[in-house]
């Protein structure tokens, strides 16, 4: 069963029990996901109503953006930890002759790159995730400005998660091209993220 079908309960369950997987990665995209949901909910909850009329359209597009990115970040969450059984799957690999060795790094190089790109790109989408917070600040139902500041704090959690699942797979990889484009790409990610995710929540601090 795919992790995003269990009850709050059972996953929890199974994220603190010693399996290896779900860990880190998949518990950062279940934060994410839990920011954008509200951003959507923020945007449910003004969407018709009089008083935001003039805001009507743009929170049309943020509901509309904040939706398609919930299901991307759901997604993450398996997609994880789909990544990291693959890398543990190598280490069940034979290797008495020199070849089963050397398909064996070989293979272990091709899943340490997976288990790196997957959360990567739930960087990017978390910092589209942001993006979209902050289109919602100050032209969305004032009664949950609360909630887009914490979308934003678990937007960011999930971002500073996915980069350290990043970061971990990066550190085995041995094809220093692809290890700089990524941590380059990666750093440059996590700030621009953090930086407008503690803008947002500065800014909702004066809302509320």
Known sequence: ??????????????????????????????AAAMG????????????GKKKYAEHEALIQEVLKEATSLQGVLLEAIDKDTQAF????????????????????REAMQ???????????????????????????VGKSNANAASDLGVAALNLKSGLQGAWLNVLINLSGIKEEAFVEGYRV????????????????????????
């Open 36 to 47: 954008i949901s509200l951003v959507k909910m923020v945007a449910e909850l003004t969407t």
């Open 110 to 136: 091709l899943a340490l790159k997976g288990a790196a790109i997957s959360p990567y790109e739930m960087m990017e989408t978390i910092v589209k995730g942001l993006k979209v917070v902050k289109k919602a």
């Open 185 to 208: 790409n990666g750093e440059a990610l996590l700030r621009e993220g953090c930086q407008l995710a503690d803008q947002i929540y500065e800014e909702i601090v004066t809302l509320v």
């Open 85 to 104: 059984n693959v890398v543990s799957a190598v280490f069940s690999m034979p290797k008495n002759t020199e070849e089963e060795k050397m398909a064996r």
């Open 1 to 30: 069963m795919e992790l995003v079908e269990l009850k709050v309960n059972e996953f929890m369950h199974v994220l603190g029990s010693d399996e290896p997987a779900p860990g880190g990665g998949s518990a950062s995209a279940l």
